[in-house]
């Protein structure tokens, strides 16, 4: 007597192992597919908070170089012109701001005359220290150094000063007017703009306190 046998008698342990083995890998892609992707959108994200960073630092440096009191006779402002510190007298802006996230370096409703520093700082940054700069003095004493990060990942940063004859020097002579002043950063970058230069206003003003 035959007994006729069902095809649909359900799967074997190798087609199971097999459908196991697909599953395994199709996860294995997804998930690397995934961690790609992530990936590109960090790095993505990381690049244009450093462009936003590089823009509007480069754009504080420009409002505040510009303004600066070097060899101007009628104006008895501090300066230090070396090759990796620059300290001189400007004004800030109302609302100015040196980066991204920072807050507002001056709150009153017109210029305020200042005392800058630039320069890099041991944690490998571009950094502005500034204080206020009244009656030809800092108010030292009265109001301590703010400071302010304008650049990140920065290796070394080089100042080099423009004379009257067009030369360009390590550092500006006493009493001599500085008609430019350049600046090349180098880093972590990619910098956008590592070299910096930078036309002084000359015969700016502000009203004094």
Not at 5 to 18: A, I, K, N, R, Y
Not at 156 to 164: D, G, H, I, L
Not at 183 to 189: A, F, K, N, R
Request: negative net charge.
């Amino acid at each position: 007597m035959k007994h006729e046998t069902s095809g649909d008698g359900g799967f074997t342990l190798l087609e199971v192992l097999v459908v196991l083995v697909v599953f395994s890998l199709l996860q294995l892609a997804l998930w690397e597919g995934l961690h790609l992707g992530l990936a590109a959108w960090k790095r993505q994200v990381a690049g244009s908070a450093a462009l936003e960073q590089q823009v509007t630092a480069e754009a504080a440096l420009r409002r505040l170089i510009a303004r600066a009191q070097i060899g101007d006779p009628e104006v008895d402002a501090p300066v230090f012109c070396g090759e990796d510190r620059f300290l001189f007298v400007s004004s800030l802006d109302p609302g100015s701001r040196p980066g991204p996230g920072v807050v507002s370096l001056s709150q009153k409703s017109e210029p305020q005359p200042v005392e800058v520093t630039i320069g890099r700082d041991r944690a490998h940054r571009l950094v502005m220290r500034w204080r206020p700069w009244i009656s030809g003095e800092a108010l030292a004493g009265e109001e301590p150094y703010r400071e302010a990060v304008l650049l990140d990942h920065v290796d070394t940063v080089t100042f080099r000063y423009q004379m009257r004859d067009g030369h360009w020097l390590a550092h500006c002579p006493d009493g001599l007017p500085v008609m430019a002043v350049r600046l090349h950063i180098e880093g972590v970058g990619p910098f956008i703009q590592p070299d910096i230069a930078i036309n002084i206003i000359t015969g700016h003003r502000w009203e004094r306190d």
